[in-house]
C-alpha cells in the first residue's frame, strides 16, 4: 500500500511539473517543431492537414498536463528526439493554437 501511494504521489509531482515547464515554452518554435515532426503523422491518421486530431469532439485531452504528457509520449514513440524544452515549446502552441487551457 505505501508503494502505491508512493507511485502516485510520484506521478502527480511529475504532472506537475510538467504544466509548469509549458508556461515557458515559446509557441513560434513549437510550431516550427510540430510541423517538423507531428504533421506527417497526423495527416496519415486523420487526412488533411492532420488538425483534426486536436479539433475532434471526441478528444481525449482535457488539461494542460495531459497535453504535456501526450506530447511527451508522442516525442517518445515517433523518436523525434526532443529536449523537455522542445516539448514545452510543442505543448505551447498546440495550447495557443488549439486547447486554450488556463
Known amino acids: 500500500m505505501k508503494a502505491l501511494m508512493v507511485l502516485f504521489a510520484s506521478a502527480l509531482l511529475s504532472t506537475s511539473i510538467h504544466a509548469a515547464s509549458v508556461t515557458k515554452g515559446d509557441p ?7 510541423d517538423k515532426s507531428c504533421t ?3 495527416v496519415s491518421m486523420f487526412g488533411g492537414d492532420g488538425s483534426k486530431i ?10 494542460l ?3 504535456a ?11 523525434a528526439g526532443w ?8 505543448t505551447a502552441y498546440l495550447n495557443q493554437q488549439y486547447y486554450k487551457f488556463k
Open 54 to 63: 486536436y479539433t475532434r469532439a471526441d478528444r481525449k485531452t482535457k488539461s
Open 65 to 67: 498536463s495531459q497535453l
Open 28 to 34: 513560434k518554435v513549437g510550431k516550427t517543431l510540430h
Open 69 to 79: 504528457a501526450r506530447v511527451s509520449g508522442c516525442n517518445a514513440n515517433s523518436g
Open 40 to 42: 506527417s503523422c497526423h
Open 83 to 90: 529536449f523537455p524544452e522542445d516539448e514545452a515549446h510543442v
